[in-house]
């Protein structure tokens, strides 16, 4: 039996336009969506990343900010000394004022006395006084030597008040300038708290495996808190005096020092070379890392890295940072 064959589909005219407007948005949507994603991935590729500051860079924002506060120290100094001495010029000063306030005050009283004395008595008592002796000249004498003690009495006054004002007004042109060096010893006062705090947040900036000490050079690298411990002990001693057999804390030998310096981070060693070797870890000089015990014959050191350690060297040497090439190397051991 004959198949009827239908003749093959053929979208109209209408329906070809309106699939190929859809492919096209389609495509143009695609290409939309492909350009975002790789414009994307390339801001992302390209962002900048803020890298943390090195131990370096942070040490030298902390010594520029050393060069602000040593001028601000220095002009504090010289505020600090002025104001002494110009305080002690006021207090001598004052104790000059006192007598010379107590002397015209007395002065004063006695002229005050005589004036009411005069007043009391009165020239009617003076003239009964004449008609009674009968002679004329007292009277004239005793207001004559009434005149001649006030005026007696108003120069000592004035001449006292007239030092007195000398020293008050000295007086006051320095308890001026007191004022003025206060508020300048305040300020500057002010101003080296605020560097102060900079330094110190620059300081707390530096990573945990930093170790500053004021004795020896930055340590870096300190990977346990108990050789950070040992080794800010170590360095503090820097400058005390060698003894042999002393530990400490007021002079120390070659492993007193770093049974001290371990002892105060919670590890006892024994106060003696041989030991302190049986004590620790080998460590190879490629892995010797600051806070390892570094030996040499007959003598140990704590390291610091970077070939230097601190240690106690022998009798009329203190205790100081060296480096370790100038010594036999026996090895390095870890205690921590």
Known sequence: MPV???PPYRPSPDQQSIRRGGLRRFARHLTAVVAAVVVGTGLLAAAPVHAEPS???IEAQIDKQWEQIEPTIEQY????SQLKVNRQKSDDLQKKIEPLALQSQLALNRVGAIAARYYMTGRSSELNALLATGKPDNLAEQLALLDRLAAHERAQIAGVIAIR???DAEKQ???TLIATQVKQERDLAAKKKQIDAEIKRLQASLPKTVVKTTKCPTVTGVLSAKAAIAIRTAC???GKPYVWGATGP???DCSGLTQYAYKAAGIYLTHYTGAQWDEGKPVSRADARPGDL???????????????MVHAPREGKPVNVSPIKYMTLKGFRRVT
């Not at 100094?77 to 600090?80: A, E, G, L, T």
């Not at 570094?294 to 230097?308: D, S, T």
């Open 4 to 6: 009827a064959l239908l």
């Open 55 to 57: 131990v370096d860079e």
């Open 77 to 80: 100094n010289k505020v600090r």
């Open 165 to 167: 004002d000398k020293y």
């Open 173 to 175: 042109k320095l308890d």
């Open 236 to 238: 503090a001693q820097v």
């Open 250 to 252: 007021d002079a120390f």
């Open 294 to 308: 570094v030996f040499f014959p007959g003598h140990v050191g704590l390291y610091l890295g970077n070939g230097l």
